[in-house]
């Protein structure tokens, strides 16, 4: 009897520290990106640190007289969420820091349409193990050699998806003010 005990608490811990080792794979690839991002941008530079009250804007959000309905609210931060529009998130960048805002970005990475589109291949699958089927049990199956993606997301774990996503956050970042810090939105 104890033999056998032994052998189940051999495979129960092998598996345990499989599953652990797979676990611990994700926030590497994020600090990782994260790490790269601040490295390039320089936007994880110390300074004093103040209560942040902040507002998610897009740039054509931020006209004056949002910002400054804010101002008179008591916040002290805009978030500017960045598009495609490079020209227009620029100047909504300029009239934010010259309101007084402390500017910070939002860039969102994995739900990314253009990326999807581009490349199917690296798009997430929806998860179809037993487990998850018994929350969702009415959701068609696949047919044999069949995968349901996700879409538009497309998470960073792929090298070349990473490398696309950097490449993106270093467009998006170009020829505008720096901000204060930058908001990575669905960093999977």
Request: contains cysteine; proline residues 6%; hydrophobic residues 40%.
């Amino acid at each position: 009897m104890h033999g056998r005990r032994n052998i189940l608490k051999q495979n129960y811990m092998s598996r345990r520290n499989e599953i652990k080792g797979q676990r611990n794979r994700c926030p590497t690839g994020l600090l990782l990106f994260a790490l790269v991002l601040c490295v390039q941008f320089g936007a994880c530079l110390a300074g004093p640190v103040e209560m942040l009250k902040g507002a998610l804007l897009t740039a054509t959000q931020a006209d004056d007289g949002q910002l400054h309905t804010l101002k008179a609210r008591g916040y002290n931060s805009i978030v500017l969420s960045l598009s495609a529009n490079a020209t227009q998130d620029k100047d909504a960048a300029h009239r934010i820091q010259t309101t007084g805002f402390n500017l910070y970005y939002w860039i969102e990475i994995a739900r990314n349409p253009a990326l999807a589109d581009s490349h199917p291949e690296w798009m997430a699958s929806l998860q179809g193990h037993k487990e998850w089927r018994r929350f969702f049990p009415d959701l068609p199956k696949p047919a044999a050699g069949e995968v349901v993606k996700n879409y538009p997301w497309v998470p960073v774990f792929y090298q070349e998806a990473f490398a696309a996503h950097l490449k993106r956050v270093k467009e998006l970042l170009q020829d505008k003010p720096a901000p204060r810090g930058i908001f990575l939105n669905d960093l999977q």
